[in-house]
């Protein structure tokens, strides 16, 4: 049986933000929250959120501990991973889920193939520097704040947006489930 992810990145403090991801994550009630980096801090070359306050953001965050899977983003810091309550500081995550397998006639096949999503924030790995990942992976990244869903060589590249800062005109993250991707705009107070 196939879980239900869903994956977020670019939060950067902002409270505002994170309280309308919290809303999404209640409303699509999944097995596993993606967060693919910079969660906390602003960063250099970003004007501040809306409601900057990194400490209202852990703690919304932390609530979601035990069902958090996080890579490190750019802007992200050891005393980010001194405040949050799940691993934040790798440069990479792979999850592996069982996605149906089609039969003949295009039903499901009584057994599942395994799929890989290897999850990171898309300044070390991305479209322009591709892991060694197989036929039929899925990468999933931020960093660029904007929304993609492409299929190239092979691979399926996922980039959910940006919760806080979108460079594409809407706030968002995505939803994994049976082996497919869509992306949800998130809806502010």
């Not at 980096?37 to 953001?57: C, F, I, Q, S, T």
């Not at 322009?128 to 197989?134: D, R």
Request: some cysteine.
């Amino acid at each position: 049986c196939s879980m239900k992810l869903l994956i977020a990145s670019d939060i950067h403090g902002s409270a505002y933000w994170c309280r309308a991801l919290m809303a999404q994550v209640e409303a699509e009630s999944p097995d596993t929250i993606v967060l693919l980096g910079d969660l906390l801090y602003h960063g250099p070359r970003n004007d501040l959120p809306r409601d900057y306050a990194p400490k209202e953001v852990l703690a919304m965050l932390n609530t979601l501990a035990d069902r958090v899977v996080a890579v490190r983003g750019n802007c992200d810091s050891e005393v980010d991973q001194m405040v949050l309550d799940f691993p934040c500081m790798a440069d990479y995550a792979i999850v592996m889920d069982a996605v149906p397998a089609e039969g003949s006639g295009g039903q499901p096949a009584s057994k599942a193939e395994p799929r890989l999503l290897f999850c990171t924030h898309g300044h070390l790995f991305g479209p322009q520097n591709v892991p060694p990942i197989a036929c039929g992976a899925a990468l999933l990244y931020g960093h660029t704040h904007v929304k993609e869903i492409a299929s190239r060589d092979g691979v399926l590249f996922v980039n959910p947006g940006s919760v806080s800062l979108p460079k594409d005109g809407s706030n968002s993250c995505a939803v994994y489930e049976n082996g497919a991707f869509e992306l949800r705009e998130l809806v502010g107070e």
